[in-house]
């Protein structure tokens, strides 16, 4: 049987030592021990890396050895008294194991995709970015999850092109899609821009912004209108009447948007909450502007 084991990890292994009786022997020296190690290649590296030896109980050891190489390893182990010939393992060694993955979105392929997502300033891993890897023709998607605190999601995928779409609303900018080949066994590395939406022209307006994307999680270029519903706009600052409508476009590349809007609590509406309503493309929904310098619109905008 070969045990399973991941490169420049520590592989495990126990073994019992019986004497010719069949009873197991206890107290052997750890410098009895000697052993050959073999590569992948064949080769024997016991000059190069280390096994150590622990004893266990009731004649039980453990041998320790760290790998540093993908593909198939072999130790055999010897004690001069009770095992001349040796004791053999052998240990199929991959760059991961199935246990770092995230099981629920692993994707349908057999080769392992380790996708790393970094600041573009920094290079400090971003975690909690949502992933997904489409076909190239972005209509199916393969694999989605998010990124661990390292920055990184593992996905099983077969050979090929696809495309990935990466995002973390509100918090950084990325590219859209981003291209991946997968050849073998994978590792990429994306960056994303911190999302900084500015600062505000004066105390009594609040920056809102967003992002508007197709139903691939593509950028899409759309109209944006907010207006104030009704006629409460006048304001507490200034006595004369307010404008009741902005509009901007998104951003066809990226798909952001921000427009400076007057908060609500600067009107002098009484007992009554001024509410904007929103027009991006075909949807409408309505929300009240906050006393805050910037807003993520969808944290305001009504279900």
């Known amino acids: 049987m070969i045990d399973l084991g991941k490169i420049n990890t520590p592989i495990v292994d126990d073994f019992v030592i019986l004497d010719n009786s069949g009873n197991p022997v206890t107290g052997i ?12 290649t064949g080769s024997e590296v016991s000059g190069s890396i280390t096994a150590t030896f622990t004893e ?3 004649g039980h050891y453990r041998v320790t050895f760290t790998p540093n190489l993908v593909g198939t390893w072999t130790i055999a182990v010897y004690e001069p008294t009770y095992k001349p010939e040796g004791l053999r393992g052998s240990y199929q ?3 991961q194991l199935f246990d770092d993955i995230n099981v629920d979105n692993l994707g349908p392929g057999n080769q392992l995709v380790t996708i790393t997502v970094e600041d573009d300033n920094t290079t400090d891993p971003i975690a909690g970015v949502y992933v997904q890897v489409f076909n190239t023709a972005l209509t199916t998607q393969q694999a989605f999850g998010f990124t661990d605190v390292n920055g990184q999601i593992v996905f099983s995928l077969f050979d090929g092109d696809y495309k990935v779409v990466l995002t973390k ?5 990325f590219t859209v899609p981003e291209d991946l080949t997968v050849n073998g066994t994978t590792s990429v590395t994306y960056q994303g821009t911190y999302f900084n939406p500015g600062t505000p022209s004066s105390p009594e307006v609040c920056i809102v912004y967003g992002w508007t994307y197709d139903i691939n999680g ?3 270029s759309e109209e944006v ?3 104030v519903v009704g006629d409460d706009n006048f304001l507490i600052s200034n006595p004369l009447i307010s404008g009741t409508e902005s509009t901007t476009t998104s951003d066809a590349t990226t798909g952001y948007w921000s427009m400076e809007l007057i908060k609500s609590g600067q009107y002098a509406s009484g ?3 001024v509410i904007y ?12 502007i906050p006393d805050a310098a910037t807003c993520d619109a969808a944290d305001i905008l009504d279900p």
């Open 225 to 227: 209108t907010a207006r």
């Open 56 to 58: 266990l109980t009731n």
């Open 29 to 40: 020296p750890v410098g009895n021990f000697t052993y050959k190690l073999y590569d992948p």
């Open 277 to 288: 309503e929103f027009e991006i493309g075909d949807m409408h929904r309505t929300g009240i």
């Open 271 to 273: 007992d009554r909450t």
């Open 218 to 220: 593509s950028p899409i």
């Open 169 to 173: 609303i509100g918090s950084y900018v």
């Open 93 to 95: 060694v991959f760059n």
